[in-house]
């Protein structure tokens, strides 16, 4: 079967099940999907709560009810492309706890947070507070957006003098 998206209806650790709740599935078999300790233990990091989306496989049970199996959490897709590359600056960083955080306009309008920088991408680019970066972002597991290729950005200075005259010249002579 296809991949399916859901919300997470409940789930009672204690009891060892919950039900993910996909209108598709409801439509077809009149039941939430029956979702297993196993699944949440094995492919959730222990972690499901109300709320949460996740895309799953279905499967039947003997009884032919609905089951979700091969369960992940769902970042919404529209969110950004891992080749996408963005500019923004150092907002903090603390050598001491490993982590550090990038300031930048089109990715907060996008996650309504700063992205996280995890010191093995601050110390290969030899970052400090304040530096411009460039970057892209990797949804976590947990839904946050982290920092990766981060690369320290240097604004090009080759507009300056005899080169941009030699640019208009050159564009001037594309329009021909």
Not at 115 to 127: D, G, S, T, V, W
Request: include cysteine.
């Amino acid at each position: 079967s296809s991949d399916l998206v859901g919300t997470i209806k409940s789930y009672l650790p204690n009891q060892g099940f919950g039900f993910i709740q996909c209108d598709e599935i409801y439509a077809e078999y009149k039941a939430d999907v029956f979702l297993h300790k196993i699944q949440v233990d094995e492919n959730l990091q222990k972690r499901a709560y109300q709320g949460d989306k996740v895309r799953f496989m279905l499967e039947l049970s003997k009884a032919g009810k609905p089951q979700a199996r091969n369960v992940e959490h769902f970042v919404s897709e529209q969110w950004v492309s891992p080749t996408k590359n963005f500019v923004g600056r150092v907002k903090s960083y603390s050598p001491e706890k490993g982590f550090g955080f990038i300031g930048c306009e089109e990715t907060y309008s996008t996650f309504g947070s700063d992205i996280f920088l995890h010191k093995n991408q601050a110390e290969a680019a030899n970052l400090e507070k304040g530096h411009l970066v460039t970057f892209s972002v990797q949804v976590s597991e947990k839904g946050k957006p982290q920092a990766r290729n981060v690369e320290r950005f240097v604004p090009s200075s080759f507009m300056d003098g005899q080169a941009e005259d030699e640019v208009a010249a050159q564009m001037q002579s594309d329009e021909v």
